[in-house]
């Protein structure tokens, strides 16, 4: 079974720049999460979907942050413009219906913000 | 919102002893406690999880306790291997809430050889 595909696994931009990133989770997984790891901390969920609809966005800085998963498959978390304190790991998450409470994670994109 | 509280931040024991990490969580509702390992540079592993009309799970080298009138769950890790060297958190969600993890802040292990 592949798992949940994450990319781009590093990126390095300025401040006040914009960027993207994308996820595709377990094949038939219904809910997605995105969470944000900053270095030596545990991940904090920034938002989460069931298929193509959000269920939870209640800390996602909405100012500059946002994300979609527009066919309820892969998704995309997009920041605009980004801050030095953006710097992180940015953790895509799946959970399949059948599977119980189990959380996958992918391996996440590490970003650098200059 | 769930908080979750994790101790020690770091730990470091000798091969072959014991290591255990605490946590406490404050949503009495709460009904799922994973534990997750992370190496350097790669994602978090499931490696035990425990529901809550469960006090104690065992695989091999791990286990983990959950006391739900006291709301504290812990990780126990029996002689450990340098290769058990990673970052452990754990976590909590409850089923009415969309399942969603919200996590300790981490315990860095370091196994000496």
């Known amino acids: 079974e592949a798992g949940v595909a994450q990319s781009p696994r590093y990126k390095i931009i300025e401040k006040r720049q914009s960027v993207a990133f994308w996820c595709n989770p377990i094949?038939?997984?219904?809910?997605l999460y995105w969470y944000q790891q900053i270095l030596g901390q545990g991940p904090k969920l920034l938002i989460q979907?069931?298929?193509?609809?959000?269920?939870?966005d209640s800390q996602l800085p909405k100012d500059r942050f946002s994300a979609e998963r527009l066919k309820g498959v892969d998704s995309t978390l997009k920041i605009q413009p980004a801050k030095l304190e953006d710097s992180a790991v940015y953790l895509c998450a799946s959970r399949g219906t059948g599977g119980g409470e189990k959380l996958f994670f992918g391996s996440g994109t590490q970003l650098s913000v200059l | 919102g769930e908080n979750v509280e994790q101790h020690p931040s770091t730990l470091s024991v000798q091969e072959g002893d014991s290591a255990v990490i605490k946590c406490t969580y404050s949503?009495?509702?709460?009904?799922?406690f994973p534990w997750y390992k992370q190496e350097l540079g790669k994602r978090p592993q499931l490696i035990i999880d425990?529901?809550?009309?469960?006090g104690e799970k065992k695989d091999q080298r791990i286990a983990v306790t959950l006391n739900k009138t006291a709301k504290h769950f812990s990780l126990h890790i029996t002689e450990t291997q340098p290769e058990d060297s990673a970052v452990y958190f754990c976590?909590?969600?409850?089923?009415?809430?969309?399942?969603?993890?919200?996590f300790g802040g981490g315990t860095r292990v370091l196994v000496k050889p």
């Open positions: 425990i529901r809550s009309n469960v």
């Open positions: 979907f069931q298929n193509n609809g959000v269920v939870d």
């Open positions: 976590a909590a969600s409850k089923s009415t809430a969309g399942n969603k993890l919200t």
């Open positions: 949503d009495s509702a709460s009904n799922y």
């Open positions: 094949s038939g997984h219904a809910t």
